[in-house]
């Protein structure tokens, strides 16, 4: 999304709220990161060591939300500010109880509202695969953004060793 006239907010139901996590909480995003990213085989991070989460968290250009369903934890994202006024939707997501609810369209309006809120930002951008939510493409559209690239990557499946 190179544009924030291009964003179209999806405002959510009564009782849904986003509020930034301060002071950062490396314990808080790596609890969120496996509860959301579970089921969409989220598997980058899973190795990582508290250190590695210290030192990703406590980071200036990193920062990350909660959204709540009446006070109840519902999903998270994080937004990394990168160069030249670049604002990534680094992960973004759900907890599986929340999933269908009609919440994922105002958690993404948050986190493209709070994008464009860094001063500088001049494009706001997000990767999805086909690992995804079937929505999440569609989610990402209506909200605004535009397919900049697509890549087929080949999946490897390692076949039991003959001997």
């Given amino acids: 999304m190179l544009d924030p006239r ?3 907010r999806n405002g959510g139901p009564p009782g849904f709220e986003v509020e930034p996590v301060a002071p950062p909480d490396e314990k ?3 609890s ?6 579970a089921q969409w085989q989220w598997t980058d991070r899973l190795g990582w060591s508290d250190a590695d989460w210290h030192q990703y968290v406590h980071r200036d250009e990193l920062k990350t939300w909660i959204g709540r369903l009446d006070g109840q934890p519902a999903g998270y994202f994080e937004l990394e500010s990168q160069c030249d006024g670049n604002l990534e939707i680094v992960y973004f997501g759900l907890l599986p109880d929340f999933i269908g609810r009609g919440l994922g369209g105002p958690l993404l309006s948050a986190a493209i509202a709070c994008a464009w809120d860094v001063p500088g930002t001049w494009r706001v951008w997000v990767h999805t695969c086909s690992e995804d939510h079937q929505n999440a493409l569609e989610n990402y559209r209506k909200r605004g953004f535009e397919i900049f690239k697509t890549e087929r990557v080949q ?3 390692r076949s039991p060793s003959v001997d």
Avoid: D, M, T
């Avoid at 969120?32 to 990213?37: D, H, I, L, N, T």
């Fill in 6 to 8: 291009a964003f179209c």
């Fill in 28 to 30: 808080l995003n790596r």
């Fill in 32 to 37: 969120f990161y496996r509860a959301v990213g």
């Fill in 155 to 157: 999946k490897f499946i």
